[in-house]
């Protein structure tokens, strides 16, 4: 299992953007797929975007096309989200996750083994 630390989360004005960054440990991590998930207070987790363990690929649920970014940088051991054009019901705790190496999926909540704690987005109207 991978430990996966977010950061980058916070306070913004609709409208406004974020980056957030995932640091993975281990040495293993350019064959991981790598995911974005958030959970809104009351709502299920909801699995928003995600980036093949080649680099390639990317995934992204249809609420935040256009407007978010996963990106990946393998020397620094590190997945980005970058978040624009904020919206109130992106309001939520996001999280990072981790595949385990080289699978062959990787755009749906149980294609990913390892979680992050997550970090905070609130997104003020």
């Known amino acids: 299992q991978v430990l996966l630390v977010e950061s980058g989360g916070g306070l913004v004005q609709a409208g406004g953007s974020l980056r957030l960054s995932c640091a993975a440990s281990?040495?293993?991590?350019?064959?991981?797929?790598m995911g974005w998930s958030r959970q809104a207070p009351g709502k299920e987790r909801q699995f928003i975007a995600a980036?093949?363990?080649?680099?390639?690929?990317?995934y992204y649920t249809d609420s935040v096309k256009g407007r978010f970014t996963i990106s990946r940088d393998n020397a620094k051991n590190t997945v980005y989200l970058q978040m624009n054009s904020l919206k109130p019901e992106d309001t939520a705790v996001y999280s990072c996750?981790?595949?385990?190496?080289?699978?062959?999926?990787?755009?749906?909540?149980?294609?990913?083994?390892?979680w992050g704690q997550g970090t905070q987005v609130t997104v003020s109207s």
């Open positions: 281990g040495r293993t991590f350019s064959s991981y797929n």
């Open positions: 996750a981790a595949s385990t190496p080289y699978r062959y999926t990787w755009n749906k909540l149980t294609d990913f083994a390892s």
């Open positions: 980036i093949s363990w080649r680099g390639g690929n990317t």
